[in-house]
């Protein structure tokens, strides 16, 4: 049968196995030409000698590809490798030893030499070669098993065999038989066409070899660019949080000097109303051990100045209980468009605190006051903690304000515009907004004002969430400052 080449090589994956740079007529167990060669189970052929030395027992692997196979104990249980045998005849065409034109008639596994007939009968007769083992070129037609002095040349159809002529009569005496030389061509065909599926498979291999080596590349392209990502991405994640921390401890110094800041005032404001109360205090012991009328002249002054005194100390903002900021770890946090966790948090809570509306009317150029009650908070809150904002809610433009302190620790915010029409009013507690905020304030003109006296003025005033509620009925004896309304943040 003739050479059936593939269309493509698939050179680049044999060319890593061990027999590529061997002989192949040779027994990689012997490292020497292959006597006698036999078939595994994966097509590698070996001297049968050395595959007997193998081991019987046992997961045994072909020395050259590592496949696993299982030793059998007879020769005859072994497919022979006649590709080795009839490359061997084929690769020489005249005797090694002589010049004669005579036809061959074997080959010398321990020379290495190929023979004619005079030749290796010579060669059998010498004592220095008597012991070689020569090849007979007949020997590679395929003997019976059973009857060894017999050829095969019978194919059996009926147990896909080969068989002697002896073989024919018993064993397979009632089967289908034909001479090999019968079934040689239609058997040829079908492999030729196994052939073909191999080749078309190889070519399939050899493609896909392609695309596993483009793929290859691919990847290592593709990882580089994904390692390159994530060094870029941490390399900035890492530079966003130091500079996060940096600002986070600037902050927390910022926050720091201001409150000592204000301690430092609050303090000298102490120790200058003690001063003066002390002062006072003198003064009065004094008119009072004078008594008679210089006291009574003096009288009015020190009452005026005492009371003063002890409005003054009334007013004073409580001392804060402890530092405004904490760290909260768990607060989420968006810096140079990394997302990260670990930011300040006021330890002052807006939502407790409470907006009461002191006035009956907002009109403009008119001042219109609400109360920030911070009864409720469990941290005091000064003015300086308070921030306030009122714009015109079209042309933006802003108004006035004035933040003081009142009774009870409660702070009063005092508004002023010039311009009619809707008002918005945030206040924000260290930063953070009330809840209720945006506050909607209706600005009008004194006369517009009085026309809607008698109206309902629950519009005056609203939020996104809540209205404000009268908190009692007005009377006609009642001040501007008498009608409340609360606002709950």
């Known amino acids: 049968m003739e050479a059936h080449d593939s ?35 994966c097509l590698h052929s070996f001297c049968y000698q050395c595959i007997k030395k193998l081991p019987e027992s ?22 022979t490798d006649y590709t080795k045998i009839v490359s061997d005849s084929n690769d020489a065409t005249k005797c090694d030893l002589c010049c004669s034109e005579e036809p061959l008639d074997g080959y010398c596994v321990s020379c290495e030499i190929s023979l004619c007939v005079f030749c290796r009968q010579a060669h059998l007769r010498q004592s ?74 190889i070519n399939d291999l050899s493609d896909k070899l392609d695309e596993a080596e483009k793929r290859k590349e691919t990847i290592e392209k593709e990882a580089e ?31 720091k000097n201001a409150e000592l800041s204000k301690m430092d005032e609050m303090i000298g404001d102490l120790k200058a109303l003690g001063q003066d109360i002390e002062t006072a205090t003198d003064v009065g012991n004094v008119a009072a051990d004078v008594g008679g009328a210089q006291m009574v002249h003096m ?18 903002e409580p001392i804060p209980a402890k530092f405004s900021v904490g760290f909260d770890a768990t607060k989420d946090v968006t810096f140079e468009e990394m997302s990260f966790k670990g930011d300040l948090e006021s330890k002052v809570s807006a939502r407790k605190c409470k907006l009461i509306q002191n006035f009956k009317a907002a009109n403009v150029n008119e001042p219109f006051e609400f109360i920030l009650d911070t ?40 508004f002023l515009t010039s311009t009619t029409g809707h008002h918005e009013i945030k206040v924000s507690i260290n930063g953070h907004q009330l809840k209720e905020c ?32 009268s908190s009692r009925p007005m009377s006609p004896n009642d001040s501007v400052t008498s009608h409340f309304q609360t606002v709950t943040l």
Not at 378 to 394: A, F, W
Not at 454 to 462: C, F, G, Q, V
């Open 128 to 201: 220095a070669t008597k012991s070689h083992v020569i090849n007979k070129l007949q020997s590679w037609t395929v003997q019976c098993t059973t009857h060894p002095e017999e050829q095969c040349s019978i194919f059996c159809l009926t147990c896909s065999e080969l068989c002697c002529r002896d073989c024919c009569l018993t064993i397979h005496r009632s089967h289908e038989t034909q001479f090999v030389e019968e079934v040689d061509g239609p058997l040829v065909h079908q492999f030729a066409a196994r052939l073909d599926e191999n080749d078309q498979l």
């Open 225 to 255: 660019f994904v390692t390159q990502q994530v060094t870029d991405y941490f390399d900035r994640y890492i530079e966003a949080i130091k500079k996060h921390s940096e600002d986070v401890i600037k902050n927390v110094q910022t926050i």
């Open 375 to 414: 009864s409720s908070c469990s941290t005091p809150i000064s003015t300086r903690d308070v921030s306030v904002d009122i714009r015109h809610k079209r042309s933006q433009e802003s108004g006035k304000y004035k933040i003081r302190a009142g009774a009870e620790g409660n702070i009063l915010l005092k």
């Open 438 to 469: 945006p506050l909607k304030v209706s600005v009008r003109s004194r006369r517009a004002s009085s026309r809607a006296s008698t109206k309902n003025r629950d519009h005056l005033i609203s939020s996104p969430t809540a209205h404000l509620t």
């Open 299 to 316: 009288l009015p002054i020190l009452n005026d100045r005492f009371t003063n005194l002890h409005t003054k100390a009334s007013r004073l």
């Open 58 to 79: 046992g997961d045994l692997n072909c020395p050259d590809c590592f496949a696993s196979f299982q030793f059998l104990t007879k020769e005859e249980d072994y497919i």
């Open 7 to 41: 269309t493509k090589s698939l050179g680049s994956v044999t060319s890593s196995t061990p027999e590529a740079d061997r002989d192949p007529l040779s027994c990689s167990i012997c490292k020497k030409r292959t006597v006698n060669p036999k078939f595994l189970p």
